[in-house]
């Protein structure tokens, strides 16, 4: 039956029967041993790469109709699987092996008065569903840090992706079951339509954790729509502020590395702080670097005085995500301006700030409400395997039981184990 002939009923029950089965198995996963989810995750990276022209061959198909269908660069990017980024895959997977199993550690306990002993103790969440757009790598990210932190995962992927998706699941499905892992433990609902993630966010019976990762669309659609509680992951309105204090040529350095290197993820910059002080000297030899590379430029009236060929920045510009080569540049009047500009347009996920005036960078980082907050370094750098994390499931832009790159121990909770030897309570 085509997806567009299917009822939001009949999607509403192949998204239930997935969830189901991953419920059903999830005491199992929760209670795997560590050497078999590490080795589960070892035959995982052995199968992707034995395997690696059926995914790229599945992948071709889909950024051929990606461009056919008008998608942008940026997206086309974001979709296409080559050796290198399996070999990425690959390496990911080995490292969230070799990571410290999360599952079973003892958060903290104590001894009370009345001999009970507390133990506030590490556990799975269950099953945690993940909805996605065209980033393919993210069905293997997701199901390695699920497994590995002893949850089962039900996943969700775009329809731009959805040949590599199904190619990349059947692949490691087969490779977990050989390592002792129910199948079920890792579904796909191969349903890209909105109707399939719909019944994933309705889905409280059965999911325990929803994980959006993709654009600010997508995150606030579920957020908004969603009954099974969300951890809400970002959008990246990301900001590179250069202080009067700045190394100019570092700062060079840093704005084109952030804004350029991979434009179209959300850690990319998008608007770039110059302090006024050093405006003139600054804007033009970062404006040479960034044109070099293809960069639209849009700037402030200020900026427009300098750099009398930018185009002009309207206010819609300070919010935007661009996931492309465009990048929004301001002049401000010192960090205060700057702290005040990114906590009112930003996204609060990454920023960073180039300065050796030490008392101005730790004024910056005290002020600034976002995950990450960066000295001299590129906003690039927020990602789960640079962190040391092994892979990351999303970048948590909220407060609430997570921010910032969410690795395997972002993946649990916690339960209270009391141990007694008869007490009663009068």
């Given amino acids: 039956m085509a997806i567009s002939a299917r009822t939001a009923e009949e999607v509403w029950r192949i998204v239930e029967s997935k969830a189901r089965k991953a419920k059903s198995v999830a005491p199992i996963v929760a209670t795997l041993s560590t050497d078999t989810k590490n080795r589960a995750l070892h035959q995982m990276a052995d199968a992707l790469w034995e395997r690696r022209y059926e995914i790229m061959q599945a992948n071709g198909q889909d950024v051929e109709d990606g461009k056919a269908a008008g998608l942008s ?21 080995k490292e969230v092996a070799a990571l410290p199993d999360p599952v079973g550690e003892i958060i903290e306990g104590w001894k009370r008065p009345n001999g009970l002993v507390l133990q506030k103790v590490r556990v799975p969440f269950g099953v945690v569903g993940v909805i996605y757009e065209s980033r393919p790598n993210v069905t293997v990210d997701s199901a390695a840090l699920c497994l590995k932190s002893g949850n089962c995962a039900v996943l969700r992927g775009g329809k731009e992706a959805l040949h590599s998706n199904i190619a990349l699941w059947t692949v490691i499905v087969d490779a977990v079951s050989e390592a002792g892992v129910p199948r079920d433990a890792i579904q796909l609902v191969d349903i890209p339509d909105r109707e399939g993630a719909r019944a994933m966010m309705r889905m409280n019976e059965f999911l325990d954790l929803l994980i959006p990762r993709g654009g600010a669309q997508l995150i606030k659609y579920v957020v908004e729509n969603a009954t099974v509680p969300v951890i809400e992951t970002g959008a990246g309105n990301c900001h590179v502020y250069v202080d009067r204090s700045a190394d100019l040529e570092m700062a060079v350095r840093i ?14 910059a998008e608007t770039l702080l110059v302090d006024e002080a050093i405006a003139p000297q600054f804007l033009p030899r970062v404006a040479e670097a960034l044109l070099a590379k293809g960069v639209e430029l849009r700037g402030c009236e200020m900026t427009r005085q300098i750099l009398p060929n930018v185009k002009p920045a309207s206010h819609e510009d300070w919010y935007t995500e ?8 301001k002049v401000v009047k010192g960090v205060d301006e700057a702290v005040e500009h990114i906590n009112h347009y930003g996204t609060h996920h990454s920023e960073a700030i180039v300065a050796t005036d030490l008392r101005t960078a730790r004024k910056f980082c005290d002020l600034v409400d976002s995950a990450a907050v960066y000295v001299n370094a590129s ?3 927020t990602d789960g395997y640079e962190y040391g994390l092994g892979a990351e499931i999303g970048i948590s832009t909220q407060k609430a039981h997570a921010r910032g790159p969410m690795g395997l121990r972002e993946l649990t909770t916690y339960k209270w184990i009391v141990w007694g030897d008869g007490q009663v309570r009068e």
Wanted: aromatic content about 4%; some cysteine.
């Fill in 379 to 381: 906003t690039r750098w």
């Fill in 73 to 93: 660069s940026a997206l086309i990017d974001r979709l296409i699987l080559n050796e290198k980024r399996i070999q990425a895959m690959v390496d990911s997977l």
């Fill in 322 to 329: 661009y996931l492309d080569l465009i990048l929004a540049i």
């Fill in 255 to 268: 704005v084109v590395n952030a804004k350029t290197q991979r434009p179209s993820v959300c850690n990319a």
